[in-house]
């Protein structure tokens, strides 16, 4: 699958998603380092370093290149703050299935930012990369990316059992998915 930035940028209530840059290193690091954060988000590691942030955003960087993945930074239009990031993985076994991720920065949680990211990836996929499905998983506990998917018109679909590999074994997953007829299916660009 062809990922090209969209142009332009996805945007709409005061947010702005863009690509990540060499300088979002410090804040990246600042927002990883929250334990509450790793714990539902078993990819990023605990402690969390700048050279783990640096990392992060070249993979971002190659992996939009390669076509894995899309990986947005969630920003306050007026004043260009830092969010948090919400990225979308096409299937590699199906091109009309992706799954899209968030996180944000303890500080950022609680306005919304969240479910509009969701909604204005979720419209993008569906209106110009042809996606048909959108799964969404959240840790069982986190009631609030399960509020954010509730928010992003998304249907909990169940309970997956031992579904994610962690490095402290297998975990619990809780499926959501999203179709382009569902009501909510996306802020479309």
Not at 45 to 62: G, K, L, M, Q
Not at 100 to 105: A, E, I, K, P
Not at 144 to 158: I, L
Request: glycine content about 10%; aromatic content about 8%; some cysteine.
């Amino acid at each position: 699958m062809l990922l090209t930035f969209p142009d332009p940028a996805l945007a709409a209530a005061g947010i702005v998603l863009r690509q990540a840059e060499a300088g979002d290193a410090p804040w990246i690091t600042a927002a990883c380092s929250d334990r509450e954060l790793s714990r539902y988000v078993p990819s990023i590691p605990y402690p969390y370093s700048e050279s783990d942030a640096r990392t992060f955003i070249d993979r971002a960087a190659e992996d939009w290149a390669q076509g894995r993945a899309a990986l947005f930074v969630i920003a306050q239009a007026t004043s260009g703050e830092s969010l948090g990031a919400v990225a979308l993985h096409p299937s590699p076994r199906d091109s009309e299935v992706a799954e899209v991720g968030y996180w944000l920065r303890r500080e950022a949680r609680g306005r919304g930012a969240a479910t509009i990211a969701v909604r204005l990836v979720a419209g993008w996929a569906f209106g110009h990369l042809g996606i048909k499905r959108l799964g969404l998983q959240t840790h069982p506990e986190n009631s609030a990316s399960q509020r954010v998917a509730h928010r992003a018109g998304f249907t909990r679909e169940g309970l997956l059992r031992a579904w994610m590999a962690t490095p402290n074994g297998r975990r619990d997953s809780v499926m959501f998915s999203l179709l382009p007829e569902d009501d909510g299916g996306g802020i479309r660009p």
